[in-house]
């Protein structure tokens, strides 16, 4: 299945993304994810993203598409994929239809105060993508499942998270829009502990 996660900025793409892709086998393709991996190996990329990025603000559309037309095309995406952050913008969906055929959108429903409260304390493992909260994390500092340093993202300081949010209410919730009319919608209750949430997507997946 080729699968879209939609949801604003801490509803649990990445959490939910990863639990999913594992239980299907199939990859996650986080455009954060490789847009931060490329930032720290200092390629062309990374050095145009980094303002963006930082300032809690879209990378423009061309640079996207480009990074997520050449993932789509590697053999393992040959069997289905989840893309985690991607499409974010209209231009951004419109140009997934001529590369892709989506089977579902799963769009993470979690309210604003919520998200502020996830964002300001997760920490992230920048060689494998791990997600974690600093709740569950006992003052561990390394991942669970790398070993690798867990970090504090750069734009999860207070101020960039409010900016991700207005951004993501201007420019990415219309796509929600955009896919109930496709008919491939499919909105979860993000705000259900890890569990549910997994087994509530597993479930509509099926259906
Ligand atoms: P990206 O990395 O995609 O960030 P985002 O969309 O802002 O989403 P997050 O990764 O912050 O949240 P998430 O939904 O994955 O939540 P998570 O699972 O981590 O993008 C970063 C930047 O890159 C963008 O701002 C932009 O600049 C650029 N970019 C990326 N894609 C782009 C695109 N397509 N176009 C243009 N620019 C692009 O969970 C969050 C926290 O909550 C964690 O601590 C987690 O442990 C906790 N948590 C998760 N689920 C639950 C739960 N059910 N209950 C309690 N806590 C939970
Ligand atoms: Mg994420």
């Not at 994929?81 to 892709?100: H, S």
Request: aromatic residues 4%; hydrophobic residues 40%.
């Amino acid at each position: 299945m080729n699968i879209i996660f939609l949801g604003p900025p801490g509803a649990g793409k990445g959490t939910q993304a990863q639990r999913i892709c594992n239980a299907l086998n199939i990859p996650q393709i986080s455009t954060g994810d490789i847009l931060r991996r490329a930032i720290k190996e200092q390629t062309a990329t990374g050095m145009k993203a980094k303002s963006y990025i930082d300032a809690g603000k879209l990378v423009p559309d061309d640079v996207i598409i480009d990074i997520v037309k050449e993932r789509l095309q590697q053999e393992d995406c040959q069997g289905g994929y989840i893309l985690d952050g991607f499409p974010r913008t209209v231009p951004q969906a419109e140009a997934l239809e001529g590369i892709a055929n989506i089977d579902a959108v799963v769009d993470l429903d979690v309210a604003d105060e919520e998200l502020i409260n996830r964002l300001s304390g997760r920490r992230v493992c920048l060689k494998c993508g791990a997600t974690y909260h600093v709740n569950m994390l006992g003052g561990e500092t390394k991942c669970a499942a790398c070993g690798d340093n867990l970090i504090q993202r750069a734009d999860d300081k207070a101020e960039t998270v409010l900016n991700r949010l207005t951004v993501y209410h201007q420019q990415t919730a219309p796509l929600v829009d955009f896919y109930q009319k496709k008919g491939l919608l499919k909105v979860i209750d993000g705000a259900q502990d890890m569990d549910t949430i997994f087994a509530s997507i597993m479930e509509t997946l099926k259906g």
